[in-house]
């Protein structure tokens, strides 16, 4: 089936540094989605995309729709403990309009106060 | 406001007996729900695709009278899992996208998820 490359698996940062995770794809996709998911919980949105090179923001994240429409990259800057979690990329891909996501692997990412 | 909310939040069942779980979106109509389930330190698997007043359309792979799925409103969605054995444990969590009328979005928001464990 379709699939989503998400790297990296996970990251151990330091508080205060910057993260950058992405997804590439070999597909094109019409929508991309970033969510971050804490332990026990559902994915909450942060981000959502849709046009090709859109370039968002929300607080400390930014998130970018490749000009190609098969990547997206998240970054997130001066990292907080709270950061701490599984961070998905998701993705619609253009055929018919059912609504349903691909998903990543996803991101673990681990924050070191 | 998009909050989505499931009950319950965790479920201890024996094998054998049935579990149903709700999937509400609180303030907003949702044209479409979906089912997932989500193993360990993996991703999320797309069990269904559920529509207000029509059947449900599930993934490959998916049995459709082991997890039946019930969509009676536009906030509404029950999936019931039949006669649980021990390898249906797991978290399962649901998403509904956002609707206008006829117009959907493709947003979608993700209720908490329900633990179920069968003994």
């Known amino acids: 089936g379709q699939q989503l490359n998400q790297s990296p698996q996970s990251m151990f940062i330091q508080e205060g540094e910057d993260v950058s995770m992405n997804c590439t794809s070999s597909?094109?996709?019409?929508?991309w989605l970033w969510y971050k998911q804490d332990p026990g919980e559902g994915p909450v949105l942060l981000i959502a995309l849709y046009k090709a090179g859109e370039l968002t923001s929300n607080g400390r994240l930014t998130a970018q729709f490749g000009i190609t429409r098969k990547d997206s990259f998240l970054n997130i800057s001066a990292s907080i403990p709270s950061d701490v979690g599984i961070y998905f990329c998701a993705g619609h891909l253009p055929s018919g309009n059912t609504g349903k996501l691909i998903f990543g692997q996803g991101t673990t990412l681990q924050v070191k106060p | 406001g998009a909050v989505v909310s499931q009950h319950p939040s965790w479920v201890i069942c024996k094998s054998g007996t049935s579990v149903k779980i709700e999937c509400r979106s609180l303030d907003f109509q949702a044209t479409t729900m979906f089912w997932y389930r989500q193993f360990p330190k993996q991703s999320l698997m797309l069990m269904a695709t559920?529509?207000?007043?029509?059947?449900?359309t599930y993934e490959q792979g998916v049995e459709k009278d082991k997890f039946l799925i019930n969509h009676a409103s536009l906030t509404l969605s029950t999936l019931t899992v039949t006669s649980a054995h021990p390898e249906d444990s797991s978290f399962y969590i649901c998403?509904?996208?956002w609707g206008l009328g006829t117009i959907s979005y493709n947003e979608q928001f993700f209720g908490p998820g329900t633990r179920l464990t069968v003994l």
């Open positions: 597909s094109i996709f019409n929508t």
């Open positions: 998403s509904a996208r």
């Open positions: 559920s529509n207000e007043g029509s059947k449900a």
